[in-house]
């Protein structure tokens, strides 16, 4: 009996293949721009169907959450990127909040470098443990979590404090062209200082390599140990300044966020094309998704729903975008294309 050779696909298959992977690619790198601008528009057209009156302003308090919010996204989405999940980010959140408030009183830019600083250490500490024992990091991140909690809660006498220099407070939240803020502007600049760090440099190329696959990228010249340690440490100190411009903001540093910052950041980061594996993931994605869930945020406000409600559609779009993020979701939409591709050529052709 013969047993016939596997056949290969032909050159001009897998060069289509390989245009409808790029082609998809290339749709999902798209994809949180389009959900940030789809948020927007609905944030204006929505309110005006359900007989409530759309304002700017609702734009203003979407910017003023992003300031806080985004900064933990991007914190969280970059351990993410090198393929690992820095679960303390909400420890160093609020930790970095509390020390601002209680250091910053006469001097609020000391405030902020001494919560940027305490928290870099932790993070740098947690990295080391990562990178050189190779310890799971949800494990040791988890116990980050729980450390910085309890110092926060042990500065802060286990309640929140109240930050009383109300001129940095009302400077911080004035509004700049109706929709901005000193407090927003300064995390714009500080995500734009991530992107171009991470875009136009090696180190987005190294982050990327090092969530593929660490000991092919040891084997091409990445320092992964170096890498990893950078990474957590830079998510610490994104995660304490995003807590301290929320705390300066609002006047008040809180001893025990609870998940909703951590919720958010992994909605954001999913939403921006971060791979939950690792290995794929941009910042800007990551700002873009944390500037559309905002947009989600505040529409839901601005109609007035109950907040059990919120939490359910928040919860159904971080499933969806998970679900849809996965590899089997991937390959399946891209056999999609190839066979909507196919018959609308055997169309032409007939």
Same mark, same amino acid.
């Given at each position: 009996?013969?047993?016939?050779?596997?056949?290969?696909?032909?050159?001009?298959?897998?060069?289509?293949?390989?245009?409808?992977?790029?082609?998809?690619?290339?749709?999902?790198?798209?994809?949180?721009?389009?959900?940030?601008?789809?948020?927007?528009?609905?944030?204006?057209?929505?309110?005006?169907?359900?007989?409530?009156?759309?304002?700017?302003?609702?734009?203003?308090?979407?910017?003023?959450?992003?300031?806080?919010?985004?900064?933990?996204?991007?914190?969280?989405?970059?351990?993410?990127?090198?393929?690992?999940?820095?679960?303390?980010?909400?420890?160093?959140?609020?930790?970095?909040?509390?020390?601002?408030?209680?250091?910053?009183?006469?001097?609020?830019?000391?405030?902020?470098?001494?919560?940027?600083?305490?928290?870099?250490?932790?993070?740098?500490?947690?990295?080391?443990?990562?990178?050189?024992?190779?310890?799971?990091?949800?494990?040791?991140?988890?116990?980050?979590?729980?450390?910085?909690?309890?110092?926060?809660?042990?500065?802060?006498?286990?309640?929140?404090?109240?930050?009383?220099?109300?001129?940095?407070?009302?400077?911080?939240?004035?509004?700049?062209?109706?929709?901005?803020?000193?407090?927003? !502007?300064?995390?714009?600049?500080?995500?734009?200082?991530?992107?171009?760090?991470?875009? !136009?440099?090696?180190?987005?190329?190294?982050?990327?390599?090092?969530?593929?696959?660490?000991?092919?990228?040891?084997?091409?010249?990445?320092?992964?140990?170096?890498?990893?340690?950078?990474?957590?440490?830079?998510?610490?100190?994104?995660?304490?300044?995003?807590?301290?411009?929320?705390?300066?903001?609002?006047?008040?540093?809180?001893?025990?966020?609870?998940?909703?910052?951590?919720?958010?950041?992994?909605?954001?980061? !999913?939403?921006?094309?971060?791979?939950?594996?690792?290995?794929?993931?941009?910042?800007?994605?990551?700002?873009?998704?944390?500037?559309?869930?905002?947009?989600?945020?505040?529409?839901?406000?601005? !109609?007035?729903?109950?907040?059990?409600?919120?939490?359910?559609? +928040?919860?159904?779009?971080?499933?969806?975008?998970?679900?849809? +993020?996965?590899?089997?979701?991937?390959?399946?939409?891209?056999?999609?294309?190839?066979?909507?591709?196919?018959?609308?050529?055997?169309?032409?052709?007939?």
């Amino acid at each position: 009996m013969s047993v016939e050779a596997p056949t290969r696909p032909s050159p001009a298959r897998r060069t289509a293949r390989r245009t409808h992977t790029s082609r998809w690619s290339g749709l999902a790198a798209l994809a949180p721009f389009g959900f940030a601008a789809l948020m927007l528009v609905a944030l204006f057209v929505v309110p005006a169907i359900a007989g409530r009156e759309p304002t700017v302003f609702s734009v203003y308090n979407a910017l003023q959450s992003f300031s806080g919010m985004a900064l933990v996204a991007l914190a969280l989405g970059l351990t993410m990127i090198i393929g690992e999940f820095d679960l303390s980010v909400v420890g160093t959140y609020a930790l970095g909040g509390m020390l601002a408030v209680e250091l910053g009183v006469e001097q609020p830019v000391l405030g902020v470098v001494a919560a940027v600083v305490a928290c870099a250490v932790l993070g740098a500490a947690q990295g080391w443990v990562v990178a050189r024992w190779g310890v799971n990091s949800m494990a040791i991140t988890l116990g980050g979590y729980l450390v910085a909690l309890g110092l926060t809660g042990t500065i802060g006498d286990n309640r929140s404090q109240a930050y009383e220099n109300y001129d940095v407070s009302g400077a911080l939240n004035t509004p700049i062209a109706q929709v901005l803020s000193l407090r927003s !502007l300064v995390a714009l600049a500080v995500v734009a200082l991530v992107v171009a760090v991470v875009m !136009l440099t090696w180190v987005g190329r190294d982050l990327r390599a090092t969530g593929g696959g660490r000991r092919a990228s040891r084997v091409t010249g990445v320092r992964v140990d170096a890498l990893v340690i950078g990474t957590f440490t830079v998510s610490a100190v994104l995660a304490a300044l995003g807590g301290a411009l929320q705390s300066y903001g609002v006047a008040t540093a809180t001893s025990n966020p609870g998940l909703s910052p951590l919720i958010f950041a992994v909605t954001a980061s !999913l939403l921006g094309g971060v791979a939950l594996s690792g290995g794929r993931g941009t910042p800007l994605g990551i700002a873009a998704g944390a500037l559309g869930l905002c947009f989600f945020a505040e529409l839901f406000t601005t !109609l007035v729903t109950p907040q059990y409600v919120v939490s359910l559609l +928040t919860g159904g779009l971080l499933v969806a975008v998970t679900l849809l +993020t996965t590899p089997t979701a991937s390959r399946g939409w891209a056999a999609l294309r190839r066979r909507t591709g196919a018959r609308s050529r055997g169309g032409a052709e007939a």
